[in-house]
Structures are given as structure tokens and as C-alpha cells.
């Protein structure tokens, strides 16, 4: 009797979503919640990230002490899914604050960068998170 072949599974390829972002950039902890509530698709929101979590929401982002950085979201429709802007956007970690900055500053600087990419597109990566479309991509999902 022949030997039978393992049916392998092979998983399908996931749609390759796009987004054309808005130019409006919301802060988390800050901005009320029904102007968040009312985001559409290809809004940004920011929050920050580091040690200690959710210590912005308790103390504010006037106080220095904390060093940390900022995270962006991009608003799919239904939820907010992570934004890689790392290399794209941020090259030289300006969304990156020390215990001696306050936390709204950088978040000013960093806002006005983030307003600056309305009509910019990002594709979804097969993990879930967004990334700026370079002119070759940009292109491709154009046609």
C-alpha cells in the first residue's frame, strides 16, 4: 500500500486594505471622548507609551518626571489599529520624550508632523498595523 500525502494547510492571503488619512490627530486622555467617538476613517490618535501605563491619564501631560514616547493609531472604521511611523515619519524619535520634557510638547511638535501627512495613503500590514505607502505602493493599490 502507497505512502499518503499530508494535506497541508496554506492560508489565504488577506486583502490588502488602504486608508487616505484625514490630517486629524486626536490625544488620548485629553481630547473629550465624544470628539474621539466621532473620528472617521483615516484619523490618527496619540498616546503615550512607557513604564509606568497610564500614568498621563492620572497626572496630565504638563508634568515632567516620566520619559516615554508616543504611539499612533489610525482610526480603520470600527477600531483603531496601530500605525508604524518609526523610519516614515519620525526619523530622528521626535516622539520620544525624557523625565525633564513635558509630554504636550512633544506631542506638539510630533502633531503638526502628523497633520502635514493629510492625503497620504497607508496599507495594512499582514500584522494588523499600518504604514505609510511609499509612491511605488501608493501606484499600485491605485490601479
Not at 36 to 46: E, F, H, P, R, S
Not at 60 to 86: I, P, Q, R, S
Amino acid at each position: 500500500m502507497g505512502k499518503r500525502n499530508k494535506i497541508r494547510y496554506v492560508a489565504k492571503p488577506k486583502d490588502r486594505k488602504t486608508l487616505v488619512l484625514t490630517g486629524r490627530v486626536f490625544l488620548k486622555y485629553e481630547d473629550d471622548d465624544a470628539d474621539i467617538d466621532q473620528a472617521v476613517k483615516g484619523d490618527l490618535m496619540c498616546y503615550p507609551n512607557h513604564e509606568l501605563d497610564n500614568i498621563i491619564s492620572q497626572i496630565g501631560y504638563n508634568n515632567t518626571g516620566h520619559a516615554g514616547y508616543y504611539k499612533v493609531d489610525v482610526f480603520e472604521g470600527n477600531v483603531w489599529c496601530l500605525m508604524l511611523l518609526n523610519a516614515d515619519v519620525f526619523t530622528e524619535n521626535e516622539h520620544h520624550f525624557s523625565k525633564t520634557e513635558r509630554p504636550i510638547d512633544t506631542f506638539k511638535l510630533i502633531g503638526e508632523m502628523l497633520v502635514a501627512l493629510e492625503g497620504k495613503t497607508v496599507i495594512r500590514t499582514y500584522r494588523e498595523h499600518y504604514h505609510l505607502a511609499d509612491s511605488a505602493e501608493a501606484e499600485e493599490e491605485a490601479e
